[in-house]
């Protein structure tokens, strides 16, 4: 069993936490068109890299969002930070 | 030296003491230039290596392969074989696989153990059981063999299962499909591999793709740990290591690689002679000709290139096993394994063009591979060799992401993979 840091409750077995996404993927503005390129490369397209990975996670439990750093070959986990400014 | 496998063949040799036999496939060096270059030493990409040479007469043919032959996930799976989906293009692609393992034993002259034992897939409720009956109708009007199962029908396959009147998730009939069935993975790692070494293809082990070779935008070629090896055109059949092999070369793959555990129990008398699933207990299991049996379940839903698995899966795994066959609780498990599979959003292959010029793409098969290593490496070997779709691969090209038109099966046809 792995345990994740969520940045509001501290150590937290993993079956509390989900996988929502890769970090730092910007949605396409639609106050202007969009073509279905950028919106399959913004759905779709996943970096997925070996290795060193940003990825944003919900903490069940208290259902905040944040990013957790971590090691996808060796499953380390390298730190989390919250998505808001004030984790307190 | 001896090469045909035949009942004469293995008795001459057995009283020979078995020196003549010529060795499975050869390992050559690494040539410098090829028409076709495959990474990608599994299943898939033998089965490509093989369908060029035979199929379409592409014989300078290498197959590069970082460890050893099916040492990935072909060698890392449940083995099971089926063509249950829901949509019209599935049901072509994956009953061309269950259609040529039909014939793969005689076609490679290896034993690839395709029993087809029949596979069960079992409702727990009225509104599942009615979802099943569509499934049904919609496989027989794609032109595949599905039967709807009341519960009588499932006891005679398979008593062992949950009958019981407090059953906390009582069998109210299965999804059958009678051609499904398990084969021996190695063998048909070893056999498509035996059987392309014959035709010419080169299959070069312990040869990892380090970089692309990319001039003026199109690629010709690949560095390895092994040196430059120049191609015409370059398949990628790596599972889950597709997004690593994308990164160096800088296409967009929509995959996202996950860990799938499998267990294998003690070896017991024989207690099933089909494969069971419950899609609501989250688990499947058959027996091998050994006696173990050999299980399986959903993802880990933490994102992994680590080839082990975790906890909490291995217990819902589990707990869903002896949910749906309490016979077998106290079963002890012998070994357990987890491979890297690519998940792709619709639950679908990609096969295609990369957007790379020269790099096609084989790969997004996620927890299901195992079965369409024919039908891959049949449609791949057909677009390798041509540029161009085979009419079953050309819905699974990556521009359906694009269009929207996705094959989304995870949904469909209700199997998590």
């Known amino acids: ?88 | 030296m001896t090469d045909r496998y035949s009942a004469f063949n293995v008795l001459r040799e057995g009283l020979r003491g078995h020196k003549g036999w010529r060795p499975a496939w050869r390992m050559p060096e690494p040539q410098p230039e090829y028409d076709v270059v495959i990474i990608g030493g599994g299943g898939h990409g033998l089965a490509t290596a093989y369908y060029l040479a035979k199929t379409h007469g592409v014989t300078r043919v290498a197959v590069l392969e970082k460890g050893w032959l099916g040492g990935g996930n072909t060698g890392r799976n449940t083995t099971v074989i089926r063509s249950n989906y829901f949509y019209p293009e599935s049901v072509a692609l994956y009953d061309l696989s269950v259609k040529l393992y039909e014939g793969l034993s005689r076609d490679l002259n290896y034993n690839v153990m395709f029993s087809q034992r029949g596979m069960l897939v079992l409702t727990h409720s009225e509104p599942e059981q009615e979802m099943a009956a569509r499934l049904v109708n919609a496989m027989q009007i794609n032109g595949t063999d599905a039967e709807l199962y009341g519960p009588e029908d499932v006891r005679k396959k398979a008593p062992l299962l949950n009958f019981r009147e407090d059953a906390r998730f009582p069998i109210h009939g299965a999804v059958w499909q009678g051609r499904s069935g398990t084969g021996r993975h190695d063998a048909v790692a070893w056999g498509y591999a035996r059987a392309a070494d014959r035709l010419g293809v080169d299959i070069i082990q312990n040869c990892e793709v380090t970089d692309f070779l990319i001039e003026g935008g199109v690629c010709k070629g690949v560095e390895t740990t092994r040196g430059t090896i120049r191609a015409g055109r370059i398949g990628a059949a790596v599972a889950g290591h597709s997004s690593v092999l994308a990164g160096m070369a800088g296409y967009p793959l929509p995959i996202q690689s996950y860990a799938l555990q499998a267990f294998v129990s003690e070896p017991m008398k024989p207690v099933i002679d089909t494969v069971a699933f419950s899609p609501a207990c989250g688990t499947y299991f058959s027996q091998s000709d050994k006696g173990g049996l050999v299980i399986g379940g959903g993802l880990d839903r933490v994102p992994s290139y680590a080839q082990r698995g975790n906890l909490p899966v291995q217990e819902a795994v589990l707990s869903g096993l002896i949910e749906f066959a309490p016979v077998l609780s106290k079963v002890k498990l012998l070994r357990h394994w987890a491979g890297i599979v690519d998940v792709t959003p619709d639950s679908s292959p990609v096969l295609g063009p990369s957007g790379v010029k020269g790099i096609y793409l084989n790969c997004g098969w996620g927890t299901g591979g195992f079965k369409a290593i024919p039908a891959g490496g049949y449609l791949f070997a057909h677009i390798l060799a041509t540029g161009q779709h085979h009419e079953i691969s050309a819905p699974f090209d990556p521009a359906r992401f694009v269009t929207g038109r996705l094959i989304d099966e995870g949904a469909a046809s209700g199997i998590a993979h």
Do not use: I
């Not at chain 1, 996404?21 to 969009?34: L, M």
């Open chain 1, 1 to 88: 069993m792995q345990r994740f840091p969520c940045p509001f409750c501290g150590l937290r077995d993993e079956r509390e936490f989900h996988f929502a996404g890769p970090a730092g993927k910007v949605r396409p503005d639609t106050t202007k068109a969009v073509s279905a390129e950028d919106w399959a490369d913004y759905l779709y397209t996943q970096p997925n890299a070996k290795g060193v990975v940003r990825e944003v996670w919900v903490h069940t439990t208290c259902q905040e969002y944040f990013v957790m750093e971590r090691n996808s070959a060796t499953m380390e986990v390298l730190g989390s930070t919250a998505l808001r400014k004030d984790a307190s």
